[in-house]
Every structure is written in structure tokens, then in C-alpha cells.
């Protein structure tokens, strides 16, 4: 039991030690690719070729550590465990986004409508500006301002999970071997 644990408990912060630190750098990186500057979404471009792709990798490598040091008894236990933990962190983290746009949504309004203002489509690159007024520039500005796809913070998580169970199936050599385990071979018996 303590090894299913400490295997988790590694695997989550291996791939919090790989996913975070990529998760900002990148972004800065990639510029106007990270997202569109007239709408602030993040492009499907960024989400297919350089999200899905680093959490995949970071959770194939969290999936084989939280193998290895969980041990051969306890693996499946504790592969599935790390994939769970991880699909329920992100999908809380979803909901916790749409709340707090949904409560930012109501409270510009309330403004808007106090300050006698119209609100309109470009509510974003006004946030641009404002950021970059304050001194900020335009990549920083853009990333204050960047709204990610309800799709993909649907999605993301699951990606993540299927990972880590990928890479914590690694450990037990796919279906080939797992069949020959079934089926008791021994490797090097000729059977004379």
C-alpha cells in the first residue's frame, strides 16, 4: 500500500515538475500562435500540435515512474489511481474556469451598464490595450487576455489520463506479453 502510494504521489509531482513549467514558457514562445489576438482563443493549431502533445508526453512519463515505483503488484492500482487523479483534478479545475468567466461575464456587465457603457464583441483587445497601456507588451498582453475553448478543458484532462495509463502499460511489455504471461511461457525451454 505505501508503494501504491508513493508511486502516485511521485507520478503526479513528475508531471507537475514537466507540465507547468512548459505550460508558461511555451506560450511566451509561440506568440501569436499561442492565440489569435483579435479574439484571445487559443488556436487549434497551439491545442493539437503543442498542448495535447507536451501533456501526452509528461503523463507517459509520470504513467512510468508511478510503475516503477509502485512495483509490479500494485502497478495497475496505482497507473489507474494517478489517471483518475489527474482527469478529476482537470475537470474540477474546467469547472472552477467556467465559474469564474460566467461571475466575470455578470460583473463587467453590471459595470458596463453602471458606467453607462456598451459592451461589445471586442471586449478582449480592449483588455489588450489596457494591458499593454499599463506598460505590458503586446505577448504578455495577449497572454492575460487568452481564452481556452470549453472543448479543450474537456478534453485536456482525458488526454492526460490516457497518457499516464499508456505510460504505466509500457512497463508490462503490450499485449504480446501479457499474453505469453497468460499463457505460462517461460522463454528459453525447449521442452525436450
Known sequence: MARLLIGIVAGYLVWTLISFPLGEVVPVMLGERHADPQTGLV????????????????????????????GKAERTQAVQGLAMILIAIGLFSMAMTFVAENESDKKSATLGEAAGLEIVEGEILGEVARSEAAGATSEEAIETAVIEPLWNLLTLPLVAGLGVILGGGLLNGGPAAREQARLGATGGNSGD
Open 43 to 70: 488556436t487549434s493549431w497551439y491545442i493539437f500540435v503543442v498542448q495535447w502533445p507536451l501533456t501526452l508526453m509528461a503523463s507517459v512519463i509520470a504513467g512510468l515512474v508511478t510503475g516503477l515505483l509502485a
